[in-house]
């Protein structure tokens, strides 16, 4: 039994509940508001110390070189991916004499083991902005100084880049249309110097019956600009050529030298700097002569000053390994002073990418709004390794510092989804609050209506609001105005109309047995003239085949209570026919009915499972539709397509005219369905047709070619 505070609720009941209800939702969305701040927190900070660790392993290992040296022994040379064509420090040289007399008895192109330090390399590109080049090929070029290099004071250089067979430059010959190179210093003593090939001396004075071997070998030879008739000895060059790696097939041509220091400053040796403040701010050009393989000259010319792509670099080590684009500094400590070896916030990098959509910066302003009044600060993230390089870099440490984010991508959509969740349900709260309230009242003036304590036209405040109570109010009170009114009328209606159906079927019953007694007169009418002259004429295979045609159509019809159903229902017996053959008499047979008609596909071999009385019938439909259509003069076509293995074959009815629009590609085949304005064209052929070949397990549609129209027949092969 209800206790009296329950029964006085109890009108209340699903207003308190659904109010409870979105309180207890507006407290689960706080609930995983908070939730997810916390817990995106915590995997934020773990994520990001995994991530800093790996990206900063990751950097150390991309700046170690396969000889063992790193790009942090020169940072300043070696941090920027595009740099312009200096010299370089290294820590050990890579010049060595290709050929020399150790190593001539035995030695050829394809055997000489040579690699550039990586580091040093840098690629003009083909097509970079800046480079003058009247065909497309680029170098790759390196210029070093080593540290303490034990050789003497010398410039090293390499340089690789395609080209056909090197054409050599013979003594007292012109250069023009010769292989060569000229290199330009920019310094306070500008230099400018050219390289040309030349046979190997060594190889022309100690094996000159063996030449061929030392084909791919080349000397080159030293000329100042201004004096190309005079031999500078302060540049010592050779060069090998061999073919490309892997499905680069080209030949490629090798250059690698040194230059005496004394030619590029006249103080380099009494100075006690190596390499000296002239060499190293000396900046470098190149131009580069090649024969192409239709005999032109092509030139590539590379100014002073030009920045090209650097082979590997720290920032591209950075750029590869850092994606999270965090600071990192390397530095040295000495005692208690930290230097600064290296840091990325030197670099010239790209914007970092923003994320993505309008609708994620959205949320990525409004949750550190929110987090701000919860309190949340974030703070960097750093990671530091220790590690060592040889000397004299010695002992460095790198940091890598995160910048503070708020909360990843992921928790700033879900923060601001919830907040718009959490808005939307104060919204909803409100609203349900006020709509209940409406429809108490209009619940309490439907009671007094129903049992006339009211009049309903007293309420005259309800007809001035304009909402969804007040509207379903006034289509209560209008239907229980009208229903009574109503209900006599539509009773009125549906017996009018249950009498109206009833004459229109016994008008339609007696229509369709006049009919039917109309098709049975006309049946007897046409069997028996028809059954004499099917036996007048035995022994006209021709003759009879219309015939036969015509006793079956009347067969169906006289049974059909429609012509419709009488096409539909004739009777259709398929046996093995070959039709290329069958197609071919028929075609030959019919050439006098139908002018300019030709058969295109093979004369027998293509047996078929068919009505051969029915397939003529439908035939005779399209060839009439295909005379009546096409262009005049032109010719109508019956193809017959077998392909091997196939389980149909195909018939196409091919003429030239005017294509069918596309909407009518299938309407075309409906009953009395004809866009001739002949009377005689009732619009039957083609639906006949279909429903003959349907008979058979064929089909048939229509299709638009280039010049015409075709129809065009499946047929099943007999297997």
Not at 93 to 100: G, P, T, V
Not at 655 to 677: C, H, R, V, W
Request: proline share 5%; hydrophobic share 40%.
């Amino acid at each position: 039994m209800r206790t009296k505070p329950f029964r006085r609720i109890a009108p209340w009941r699903y207003t308190i509940g659904a109010l409870l209800g979105a309180v207890g939702i507006i407290g689960l969305i706080l609930f995983a508001l908070y939730d997810s701040v916390t817990s995106a927190k915590v995997s934020e900070q773990q994520v990001r110390e995994n991530t800093q660790a790996a990206e900063l392993s990751n950097f150390l290992l991309a700046t170690r070189e396969p000889d063992g040296s790193s790009l942090l022994e020169n940072p300043s040379d070696f941090s920027e991916s595009k740099r312009e064509l200096r010299f370089v420090q290294l820590r050990k040289s890579f010049y060595s004499y290709l050929l020399n007399r150790q190593n001539a008895r035995n030695i050829a192109a394809e055997k000489i083991l040579f690699e550039v330090p990586r580091p040093c390399v840098t690629e003009l590109v083909q097509g970079s902005d800046g480079i003058d080049q009247t065909s497309n090929f680029s170098v790759q070029a390196c210029f070093a100084t080593i540290q303490g290099d034990q050789s003497g004071r010398y410039a090293y250089f390499a340089l690789r880049y395609p080209s056909e067979q090197i054409q050599r430059h013979k003594w007292g010959a012109g250069l023009k249309g010769k292989d060569r190179i000229i290199l330009r210093f920019g310094s306070a003593r500008e230099t400018s110097i050219v390289l040309v090939y030349r046979a190997p001396t060594l190889a022309m004075s100690r094996y000159p019956s063996q030449i061929d071997r030392f084909a791919g070998i080349h000397e080159l030879t030293a000329f100042a600009v201004a004096s190309p008739d005079r031999p500078l000895h302060q540049v010592n060059a050779q060069a090998f050529e061999r073919r490309g790696d892997g499905d680069d097939s080209r030949n490629y041509v090798t250059v690698v030298g040194r230059i005496d220091a004394g030619l590029l400053d006249a103080q380099a040796e009494a100075s006690q700097v190596w390499p000296t403040p002239s060499i190293a701010a000396t900046r470098i050009g190149l131009d580069v002569y090649r024969r192409a393989s239709d005999g032109s000259e092509e030139h590539l010319n590379v100014p002073i000053g030009f920045k090209g792509r650097s082979l590997v670099s720290l920032q591209n080590a950075y750029l590869a390994t850092v994606p999270s684009r965090s600071k990192l500094v390397i530095s040295r400590k000495v005692g208690a002073v930290s230097t600064v070896v290296w840091s990325s916030a030197n670099l010239s990098l790209p914007a970092a990418p923003r994320r993505s959509d309008l609708q994620q910066r959205v949320f990525d302003w409004w949750a550190p709004k929110l987090m701000a009044m919860a309190r949340y600060r974030p703070d960097p993230s750093v990671y530091s390794v220790p590690f060592l390089l040889p000397a004299p870099a010695g002992e460095l440490k790198a940091d890598l510092t995160a910048p503070p984010v708020t909360l990843p991508g992921f928790a700033t959509r879900a923060f601001g989804w919830l907040t718009a969740a959490l808005l939307l349900t104060l919204i909803l709260t409100g609203f349900l609050a006020f709509a209940v309230v409406r429809l108490r009242i209009l619940t309490h003036r439907a009671w007094k209506m129903k049992s006339g304590e009211i009049d309903l036209d007293e309420f005259n405040d309800v007809d001035k609001r304009r909402d969804e109570f007040t509207t379903l109010w006034r289509v209560l009170r209008q239907f229980y105005r009208r229903s009574r009114s109503n209900h006599n009328f539509w009773i009125r209606q549906m017996q009018q109309a249950a009498a109206e159906k009833a004459q229109q079927v016994r008008m339609l019953k007696a229509r369709l047995e006049l009919r039917q007694e109309r098709l049975t007169a006309i049946g007897h009418e046409i069997r028996s003239p028809l059954a004499s002259l099917m036996v007048r004429s035995e022994g006209d295979e021709v003759q009879q085949n219309y015939l036969r045609r015509i006793h079956n159509a009347i067969e169906a019809i006289f049974d059909a209570a429609t012509v419709e159903d009488g096409i539909q229902n004739q009777k259709i017996v398929c046996m093995p026919v070959d039709l290329a053959d069958y197609l071919a008499r028929l075609v030959e047979n019919s050439k006098e009915r139908f002018r300019g008609l030709v058969y295109v596909g093979p004369t027998a071999g293509v047996v078929c499972l068919i009505d051969d009385i029915y397939l003529e019938t439908v035939l005779n439909h399209l060839l009439n539709n295909a005379v009546r259509y096409r262009t005049a003069g032109s010719e109508i076509s019956i193809r017959l397509n077998c392909p091997v293995d196939a389980s149909e074959a195909t018939v196409e009815v091919y003429n030239e005219g005017q294509a069918i629009p596309a909407d009518n590609l299938k309407s075309i085949f409906l009953y009395k369905t004809s866009e001739s304005f002949d009377p005689q064209n009732k619009g039957i052929g083609l639906f006949a047709a279909k429903s003959y070949l349907i008979g058979m397990n064929a089909t048939i549609v229509a299709a638009n070619r280039d010049k015409g129209v075709s129809f065009i027949i499946a047929v099943p092969m007999y297997i």
